[in-house]
């Protein structure tokens, strides 16, 4: 039973979650990762698809995606789907490929995205806690079992403790990164 190796992997397991729902907060900068997640309902709504799986996605230029279907006769679909989106975005249909020209974000929006940041690293946060709180008790109930001796107890503690820190220290640098990201004009 090695409890350090398992909170280190939920706990990496929770950092990579965070960075990949972090891709989806929209800078002011084109990138593929605001759309290659999104779903999209195609085939008379009988197929769910995200939009990597459905088509090429590249960056034109600093503010610009272009999306091209492997099969042009989804086009309408994968609009409504970017319609949809909680993106804001608008795409543009031009021949077999959709055009989206990424605005450049107002002070309101900027702080708006700040915001779920936080919310987002918060909830991550939260669940690295957890996660140390449930191997704080697994050692907790191994020593109570005399599974483990007590000195053996204060440094698989310790070194939990320690790890936590060390998790938290790279959530808020990944926090302060994206903040940095979202401000760039």
Known sequence: M????????????????????????????ASPSLVENLIVETYGGQT???????????????????????????????????????????PAAQGAKIIIKIPSLNTEQREKYIKVVGEKIEEKKVTV??????????????FEKKELSEDEKYRLEKEIDLKSTKFMEEINTIRESKEKEIMEV
């Open 129 to 142: 806690r957890n996660h140390r709180d449930d191997a704080r008790k697994t050692i907790k109930n191994a």
């Open 2 to 29: 090695d409890i350090v190796s398992t909170f280190e992997s939920q706990a990496t397991k929770t950092i990579t979650s965070l960075k990949e729902d972090l891709k989806s907060i929209r800078t002011g900068r």
């Open 48 to 90: 769910k698809l995200r939009l990597l799986e459905m088509a090429t996605i590249m960056v034109e230029g600093a503010s610009s995606i272009s999306i091209s279907p492997y099969d042009p006769s989804v086009i309408q679909d994968i609009e409504k789907a970017i319609l949809k989106s909680p993106l804001g975005l608008t």
